[in-house]
């Protein structure tokens, strides 16, 4: 099982990234997918979620407006765009697949909005 996290890097604030989970070795449909992140000091948040069945979609307020998630399950992949970054979400971000009680997470890619 794989979850490889993509897409991080340095942007300005009011910049945009868009971040790629590619999954592997597991049945990607079957699973709700989510990204976290993780700033230095703080406690690892729920940053958004796509369920597996009905395409709902859920963001934490911090986010709403401003990022995206989206999946294709023909690709195994998901994705996370984020529009109008702020130095806020800087952080180290996460690509979490869970059913049930099974939860797998990658590695984590950086993201630091700084000018």
């Known amino acids: 099982v794989q979850l490889v996290e993509s897409g991080g890097g340095l942007v300005q604030p009011g910049g945009s990234l868009r971040l790629s989970c590619a999954a592997s070795?597991?049945?990607?449909?079957?699973?709700?997918m989510r990204w976290y992140r993780q700033a230095p000091g703080k406690a690892r948040e729920l940053v958004a979620a796509?369920?597996?069945?009905?395409?709902?979609?859920n963001y934490a307020d911090a986010v709403k407006g401003r990022f995206t998630i989206s999946r294709d399950n023909a690709k195994n992949t998901d994705w996370l765009q984020m529009n109008s970054l702020k130095p806020e979400d800087t952080a180290m971000y996460y690509c979490?697949?869970?059913?049930?009680?099974?939860?797998?997470w990658g590695q984590g890619t950086q993201v630091t909005v700084s000018s």
């Open positions: 979490n697949a869970i059913r049930s009680r099974i939860i797998y």
């Open positions: 070795g597991f049945t990607f449909s079957s699973y709700a």
């Open positions: 796509f369920g597996s069945v009905g395409g709902i979609t």
